[in-house]
């Protein structure tokens, strides 16, 4: 019998690509001893395993279980932990810049900290802008649980070849606004990716400040999405942080997102971070991290993760930045020697690829033929469609995992475009 | 400027007493040696602070942070967690009847159980019933984010001394039923706390099943919450479990609710449990918990402590059950020779006390009056009227704090009921 509420329909309702897939792909999940031969190589969820035995083992030396964690606090960021992370922010984000602890906010993850701008900002049916091609969970983000869109603004056309091509100006995001409202959709405000996912691309100062007045020219809300803000390893990459530019801050509608998901590889912690001068978010989320806080002892042992200098500038971050750098070289090295072009960023976890020369036409439905051809490989990479972008033929390939698990997979790869070529 | 969308402004304007309250008292919370003198004590916030060397130690050696938990993984319950869930719930609520993992959801605390089934089965608007007087805060768990109602089902005039008081018939549920209706109400539930919260009463099988047919006669939901189901510490005070009826489980709108917040006196680690058949609640909250899972290392370690029978059986619960008695006994004792009537309930962390004996008539006023008094005092007790009672003059007081804070707790009990005789 159908005992559902409108809203728990659309929570129902909702089936996003990458979640479904991405089920798909944990499920059975490649593994040399248990699971070798048709376990799924993993070039698709965006995870970092290159500092296992570094992380973990500084994580399970920060957890301290006692009656300091054993009960009820303030879920939405103990003040020890918002202190760290004030200090930690401004230092490695801000440039220096001084943070306001009070201005902070502890989620569960930060897709969390997505659904809670949904909540307090947006009701059901209103939109939030996005540029494309674009990390899509931002729409299972607002729309899961909060019944919010997210409208897409498409580049015109133009040569994706290059990193360029995912800059914006004033003009593109003025367009897609007013398309928006053309169609009748409530914008409520517009999300920022910055490193890009899936594309890599650095934002600088001028574009984030194009966003934001842009932002408050409209009076809509800003989201500076960071949470790859610290695995930007190139060595000419600049990544330029909101945090960094106060001017941008001193408004209710500016918001900074970051986690320890991608930075620290700890998804399974579930930790976001939020930046904001709202008070009215500040204190919508002081009461509805109940439902999702995360929990005590994890809050500390972060704190004491993020406040040991040493360890962080001697140990992991040097060592994370020279994994990335070596697995994504070697990825891209691999990947070009097939003929396919790659973005030349250097930050998050993912090449963006053109695959399209195994294609034979540059479709959405031959995309999606060459993606079930790699999933019929038990090779997992993401389709650029499912980010939405257009330009059909693009992949964001995943180069984080074990050597090993590279290497198979770059085969698996290899074997499913030769028999195309 | 005003930002906020409808529902956020939901979320801002609910006050309930005990959040609004507890934070008060947990900002400058009594400690013999930083806030002696003007620290609360808190005989309101549920805790169980009795086991803490005991309990501490086990969650504490039972944390392990590795590859297997650092990554993503099923927020909504590992199998691993939910097979031991499974067999701890089977034989120690359903008297050895088995339970199946996949009907068993985690979520992040049982508060969140109860946001996620306001969500999932009833809209704006719409409503639970409960009997009252009753653990308010589910006021809040359904109201905060999902904006559903409580109508209270209050009992006729009756003598409020004696436990048979808050029992429970037929005729009482369809009357409320019926109340709720024609005041317009769409009814999507009804919530039966067992044991009670603030009373202590256990129901018995036949009320169960009573709540349960009149659930069923009109197609709504029956929520069991159990989260004290093993703190029952009388000789011969007998627990009945939703789960060991099934009966009561085969169909798509019964749910049973319990957690680790006070059976294990862990309510830092925020996690509650729940069991049902609805394939929709199942489908809805592997999605939602997205947004507040239990992290994967809390459910690996709690995993392992409710795995451990001989811990559980030789250490943990006996130790518990002997010093809730001993806790139990000494504020009873204590209380009834200030000549204050105790519900003989043998369950939970509170006795529910009638003080209308030092209050000049037993109005909410007076009883408010007295309640400020107390906190002025430094005392915080949960007044009556809180938790919805209309029989003015009764307290909820917690017996689970330490020994040296329950006896400065009494002090100033009777140093206010002093002044007042």
């Not at 040991?308 to 971050?317: H, P």
């Not at 939405?388 to 290497?407: A, P």
Request: with cysteine; proline share 3%; charged share 25%.
């Amino acid at each position: 019998m159908n005992c559902v509420s409108a809203r728990g329909r659309v929570t129902l309702d909702m089936m996003p690509f990458m979640s479904v897939e991405g089920t798909v792909v944990l499920l059975d999940m490649y593994d040399e001893h248990s699971n070798p031969e048709t376990g799924f190589i993993n070039f698709g969820i965006a995870e970092n395993c290159l500092c296992e035995e570094i992380i973990c083992k500084k994580v399970q030396g920060s957890l301290a279980f006692n009656p300091g964690t054993q009960y009820y606090y303030a879920y939405g960021g103990k003040l020890n932990f918002r202190n760290a992370l004030s200090d930690f922010l401004s230092e490695r984000l801000a440039k220096g810049k001084p943070l306001d602890p009070e201005k902070i906010v502890v989620t569960s993850g930060v897709g969390a900290a997505i659904d809670l701008i949904a909540h307090m900002f947006a009701d059901s049916g209103d939109c939030f802008l996005t540029l494309t091609p674009f990390y899509s969970a931002i729409e299972m983000d607002v729309g899961l649980r909060s019944g919010v869109k997210v409208y897409h603004i498409h580049r015109p056309d133009h040569d994706t070849n290059t990193l360029k091509a995912f800059s914006f100006d004033e003009e593109l995001l003025e367009r897609g606004y007013q398309e928006a409202l053309d169609k009748g959709h409530n914008v409520k405000g517009i999300f920022v990716i910055n490193p890009g996912n899936p594309t890599g691309k650095l934002l600088n100062r001028d574009e984030l400040v194009i966003a934001s007045k842009f932002a408050q020219r409209h009076d809509i809300h800003v989201i500076f999405d960071e949470i790859y803000a610290l695995s930007v390893f190139g060595d000419d990459a600049e990544f330029t942080s909101a945090l960094s530019i106060p001017e941008l801050l001193n408004n209710d509608k500016s918001h900074v997102l970051w986690g320890f998901s991608k930075d620290f590889g700890i998804s399974g912690v579930r930790c976001g971070v939020v930046y904001t001068n709202s008070a009215e978010y500040l204190e919508g989320t002081s009461k509805l991290t109940y439902f999702g806080g995360v929990p005590s002892v994890i809050q500390d042992a972060l704190a004491r993760v993020i406040s040991d200098k040493d360890w962080l500038d001697n140990v992991y971050f040097p060592t994370n930045y020279r994994r990335l750098k070596e697995s994504h070289s070697y990825m891209e090295k691999r990947l070009t020697s097939l003929g396919i072009t790659c973005h030349a960023a250097k930050s998050g976890f993912f090449i963006y690829a053109n695959l399209s020369k195994y294609m034979k036409e540059q479709t959405e439905a031959e995309e999606m033929k060459l993606y079930n051809e790699l999933k019929a490989a038990k090779l997992y990479m993401i389709p650029g469609s499912a980010l939405r972008g257009r330009d059909y033929g693009w992949f964001r390939i995943t180069f984080t995992s074990q050597k090993n698990t590279v290497e198979l997979g770059l085969q698996r790869l290899e074997g499913v475009l030769k028999k195309r070529s």
